[in-house]
């Protein structure tokens, strides 16, 4: 699958992706200051760059899946180049990630631009905006989004895009000697089909929904 607004792509996985993702675990780290700077330290110690490239070859031999894609590539529309992704997870009653899925759960959405180069020039909120309508577009009314207090520029993507903080929860994360809150932030429909009028969306996904 492959959906372009603006200056970006969204796509599903391709050969090649595994070894910009193998960078950023190992060399270009500097995104996990801005996604989950208290867990960074531990992920990127686990992380295993053989046994990526594995199971990278191994889902690239699977044949495209159908239907909802939970993750996809962002890549520059521009250069082609791959730049980060956008992602989704469930959440319990009490917001907080849910594996397996149950039927009550809540869907939020996520975005990383791995790339230090491609911040800050409307990729990542056009990115989350595509996203962001690609799930409305398979009927996800209510959507959530969270993020923490340090993390100032995507708390402003969240409410340009119509996503209203919904919840918080203080003090749950501490980073050089100062405590941050967990943000939860409940997209306002209203304002989300200012940005992206319905009529919009329809004609962006009418042809690539079901590829």
């Known amino acids: 699958m492959r959906l372009t607004y603006k200056n970006i792509v969204l796509r599903d996985f391709a050969a ?21 700077p208290w867990l960074a ?13 594995r199971m990278a070859a191994e889902y690239l ?4 899946r159908f239907g909802e894609r939970a993750t996809l590539q962002i890549e520059d529309r521009e250069t082609g180049k791959h730049i980060g992704f956008v992602s989704s997870y469930y959440l319990d009653k009490s917001f907080e990630p849910l594996t397996p899925p149950e ?34 577009a398979h009927g996800w009314g209510t959507l959530f989004l969270q993020t ?8 402003h993507v969240a409410e340009k895009l119509g996503f209203r903080l919904h919840r918080i929860r203080r003090d749950i994360y ?4 100062v405590c941050y809150h967990n943000l939860t932030y409940l997209l306002d429909r209203r304002r989300f089909d200012v940005l992206m009028p ?7 996904f009418c042809k690539t929904l079901f590829r």
């Not at 319905?198 to 962006?204: D, N, V």
């Open 41 to 53: 330290e531990q992920e990127l110690a686990a992380f295993n760059a053989e046994n990526y490239r």
């Open 198 to 204: 319905r009529a919009e969306r329809i004609k962006l």
């Open 61 to 64: 031999k699977k044949p495209q």
């Open 148 to 155: 923490w207090s340090g993390n100032e520029r995507m708390m």
């Open 16 to 36: 090649g992706d595994e070894e910009d993702m193998i960078r950023w675990m190992t060399v270009q780290t500097q995104w996990h200051q801005y996604d989950s």
């Open 174 to 177: 501490t980073r050089g000697g």
């Open 103 to 136: 039927t009550s759960c809540r869907r939020a959405v996520g975005i990383d631009i791995c790339e230090e180069s491609f911040r800050g020039q409307e990729r990542g909120t056009n990115a989350l905006t595509l996203f962001t309508a690609y799930w409305c």
